[in-house]
């Protein structure tokens, strides 16, 4: 089973160390279970059954897949786009991390509440809950997006969907909506997919984080 759980890890793409702290247990432990020196408790067999996804069957025998049936999910691809086979994306509080601004700063340094593990989609830099109704039927609070960080918003492609901050007199704002040219120089228009949210030009300069929109995950309750 030891071979499989480093299977697992080289998939998912994370180091012994990041593995080992997803497990409750030190580097040293988890490279005597990958060695097969070490048995796999029941409890961090259910932290990868439970928490990364894995298929029971093929962590206990090697039969099936290495993974359960993908996550309900949404990618907005571009067509320059290349999927990855699987990684780890770290999951985001806005709140723990005090706003986009310092996340997107030093995200080395923030401390994720999660991961998400999702094959073949393009590569993401975090994911975060969305608050509000901005871009509803398409996304709605509590829904989580996947971005992936820009350096420059001159970078940006006219149409998508981009998780921005905004300079609100001095307060950050944090939003999704599809950035469109504005007629007004400097100013670029965010437009939500809600039609009860109505068109706004920004200035530019207000806006201090930017990220594109990569993809979406909606739980959906069954009761």
Known sequence: MGDRVKLIRKELKLTQEQLA???GIGKAALSMIET?????S???KNILIQDLNVNPEWLESGKGNMFNAEPDYTAFRLRSDNSLPMQSVPLYSIEGTAGLVPLFNDQNSAKPVNYIHIPNLPKCDGAIYIVGDSMYPL?????IVLYKQLQDINSIFWGDMYLLSIDLDGEEYITVKYIQKS???GYVKLVSQNPHHADKDIEMSRIRAIALIKASIRMNSIR
């Open 36 to 40: 097969g020196k070490c048995g796999l």
């Open 139 to 143: 996304l709605k609070s509590g829904d």
């Open 183 to 185: 007629e007004r120089d």
């Open 42 to 44: 029941t409890r961090n």
């Open 21 to 23: 702290q997803r497990l």
